[in-house]
């Protein structure tokens, strides 16, 4: 397919992205036309663009880690789909990150926590299980910056909401945790056995169900 005829297929809804992105992976000399496409003034160019990324970097990271600068820069846009995909995008590639890179954007990436968009900081948390799992080195202080989202000031079914997600991150990587961080995210977590927001306190009740089975094992 030529380079072309992706541009119009989305311009047109000729093909969705899901049907796209395998033929970028499979010819790369397609990839800088769908890197310009998230530049596009049509809606439907640029965001079919920045999913088709967002497809790649799940199934095949490596083929988007050389443009590893471009999705970090995405981070700051001001447009905030183009900036929660360039989040989620940086997040997948670190499993492919030889040369480090995220180390260097580490504070950077956490500092979105306090973001005053609720999406964004619930982006930061959802990626974070996954960032540990890639990133190892870096668990502590991600459970540090986690167990500290109580601390932003939003209103209270924000907070809960996000509450809510890092529960789930938190879990997701609990095993892994050191002794004295498991303490915390206990205590963190039961402090929210009666959140006002019933799908969080379903997430609590859960979460401390499951420390509970694996102790009596």
Known sequence: MPNIDIIQALAKKEKK???????????????????????????????????????????????????????????????????????D??????????KKKFDKIFDKYYSLLSDEVMITAGHVIDNSGKIVMAKPNFKDKITQHLLEVEKVSRNQECQNILIGKTILALSSYFDQMKDNDKTKVISFVRKHLNNTRPATRKKAERFLDKVQRKRSK
Do not use: C, H
């Open 17 to 87: 992205p899901e049907e796209l992105f395998d033929k970028v992976i499979k010819d790369r000399r397609l990839l800088p036309t769908v890197l310009d496409g998230t530049t596009a003034t049509k809606a439907n160019i640029k965001y079919g663009s920045t999913k088709i990324l967002r497809l790649i970097s799940e199934k095949d990271p490596k083929v988007l880690y050389p443009k590893m600068d471009f999705f970090i820069k995405m981070m700051d846009s001001e447009n905030q789909i183009l900036k929660w995909n360039g989040m």
């Open 89 to 98: 995008i940086v997040a997948n590639l670190l499993v492919v990150d030889s």
